[in-house]
DNA sequence: ATACAGTGTTGACACCGTACACATGAGGTG
DNA sequence: CACCTCATGTGTACGGTGTCAACACTGTAT
């Protein structure tokens, strides 16, 4: 995890030069193919030109190396959320531009399962106690993860006063869980089969719902 | 599940008596332990008694043993959302008890996530087009899927005039994906590991959101 | 120069899904 | 009754997987 110099390794070396690296890229390479079981060990070796065995040498097992993969494709949403992100124009409505934000964030964890499903299922089906979602592994240029880029967008909405104080503890949890069912279920799930305009559709909806729904029930 | 005649095998006898069914309940049975994985072909048959390779008399392959143990899981969702909309008492307000109907939906879907979470893994973690949620290989006593039941509940809010006509066309993907978002990051996700009783109030919370957030933005 | 620790290799094991050929026996036909 | 047939279960085998234990190579510090 440390920054090794990553010195090329000669050609024809019996020591690779970074295969902890080497063999994190190599199953990235699969699981954006073919989601998280694709992963599979050896394969990873093989493609790294080692034998499956040199792996145990930078990663306990199979699901540690899954779990790394998995650091790296959450990178990548982060990321995908900061370009979503980026775009919003500030309106000079301060509750405007966070109910914007909020909505990018959506929008790009959305647009990111859509446009690279492997990653993204590996980035979010792995068992794993929220550590990830708060560590550095997992964050993007601007330094979060998207775990926290939503949590500050929900913030800001606060702050701008167009999210009562009241409702904001475990509102992550709320929006997450909406944005994050419509994906699995339309890429692994039994709403698999449903075209991408209607996929479109529904989601601009979800995220309608979340942002009305966040508030509570209505006068 | 169905009323296939069953003929008890008599022991020693070659031939199960009705192997097709022993298979899925043992399948369903490591379903429960351990999620659709855990579904194995070889345990299967070893736990019935039978050789591997007698499961391709019944199954393509292991897939397809699968999709069954997943379409009888479905109707233990199915029954579960059924009990839960039974213990809803009348008003007299249509509007109020639709809304309650599909409140009762939600909350059987969450509570069956919670109870029987390798069962419900494989129930909804099976990539299957719609087909299944319309098949009644996987509805309840009620003769409806779990699908068919939130439809149902949809309806009635959209007839007692507390759901806008124009909102109700795919209404149904958006209350899934909200559930269905929180029992799949707090059973394999990176949500594993809150404790039941925040699980519980965010479940709560997100039905609420649903509610409020399905008849769109506030005026 | 030598010892050592890190890294990659070889060989093996248990387990899995599955294909092929064969054995069994229940039920219909003469 | 004898016979045939076909659905069903068995045996054996193959290629694939994750992982372990023992061994081989090599860059580095003594």
Redesign the interface.
């Known amino acids: 995890m440390t920054t090794r110099p990553n010195r090329a390794a000669r050609p024809g070396s019996y020591h690779h030069g970074d295969l902890r690296r080497a063999l994190i890229e190599a199953g990235t390479a699969l699981a954006r193919a073919g989601g998280p079981d694709a992963v599979v060990l050896r394969e990873v070796t093989r493609q790294v030109g080692v034998t499956a065995n040199a792996a145990y040498r930078h990663f306990a097992d199979r699901d540690a190396l899954v779990a790394a993969v998995c650091s790296d494709a959450q990178t990548a949403v982060a990321l995908t959320m900061e370009a979503e992100l980026a775009e919003v124009e500030p309106s000079g409505d301060d509750g405007a531009d966070a109910c914007a934000h909020l909505r990018a964030v959506g929008a790009g964890y959305l647009r990111f399962a859509a446009t690279e499903p492997g990653l993204f299922l590996t980035a979010?089906?792995?068992?794993?106690?929220?550590r990830?979602?708060a560590s550095e592994d997992s964050a993007g240029d601007s330094g979060r993860t998207p775990?926290q880029l939503l949590a500050g967008a929900l913030d800001e909405m606060v702050m701008a006063g167009v999210l009562a104080p009241e409702r904001r503890p475990?509102a992550e949890?709320?929006a997450?869980?909406?944005?994050?069912?419509?994906?699995?279920?339309a890429l692994?799930?039994?709403?698999?089969?449903?075209d991408r305009a209607?996929l479109e559709?529904?989601g601009q909806?979800?995220l309608?719902?979340?942002?009305?729904?966040?508030?509570?029930?209505?006068p």
């Open positions: 979010f089906s792995v068992p794993d106690d929220l990830r979602a775990f475990g949890f709320l997450w869980s909406a944005v994050h069912g419509l994906a699995v279920l692994g799930g039994p709403l698999s089969g449903l209607t559709r529904v909806r979800l309608e719902m979340v942002d009305a729904g966040l508030q509570g029930p209505r």
